[in-house]
Structures are given as structure tokens and as C-alpha cells.
């Protein structure tokens, strides 16, 4: 990120940091990295995102399908 200003990096960062769903911590040995992870009300998503990847994976041939019409194509 060395060509990013500052100023447009710190106002994402605020955004960010006001979700509730991913929190923040900086390191001082890390300089001004910061570091993201979920927080409990993210994590509580979590088995619903693998719910939606598994149904993803076993509908897959459905989906590419659906496509392939969209473009034009047949399978």
C-alpha cells in the first residue's frame, strides 16, 4: 500500500472498525499494521456461510447450467 494515501486508509479503516461483525487490534512491534479478525457476533455467521458453500458445491453443476443458457451455450 505504499502508493495510498493515508488519509482515504485511516477513514477505511474507521469504517471498518464500526462493524460489528470484525474488530481491530494494532501491534506496536508491527508499526502501523492493523490486524482484523471476527468478533462473536461475526463468528455466529460462520455456520451460516458454510451452509451456503456446501449448498454452492452440491448445486454446481446446477449453477454452470444455468450459465452456460445465459450465455448461449448447452452442456
Known amino acids: 500500500m505504499a502508493n495510498v ?4 486508509s485511516a477513514v ?3 469504517r471498518r472498525e464500526k462493524r460489528p461483525a ?3 487490534s494494532a501491534s506496536i ?5 492493523v490486524e482484523y479478525a471476527l468478533t ?3 463468528r455466529s455467521l460462520l455456520p451460516l456461510i458454510v451452509a451456503i ?12 447450467e444455468a450459465r452456460a443458457r445465459m ?5
Do not use: F, M, N, Q
Request: aromatic share 2%; glycine share 14%; hydrophobic share 25%.
Open 53 to 64: 458453500g456446501e449448498w454452492a458445491v452440491e448445486h454446481a453443476p446446477l449453477i454452470d
Open 29 to 33: 512491534r508491527s508499526g502501523s499494521r
Open 40 to 42: 462473536d457476533l461475526g
Open 12 to 14: 477505511t479503516t474507521r
Open 22 to 24: 470484525a474488530g481491530t
Open 5 to 8: 494515501c493515508s488519509k482515504p
Open 71 to 75: 450465455d448461449g451455450r448447452t452442456t
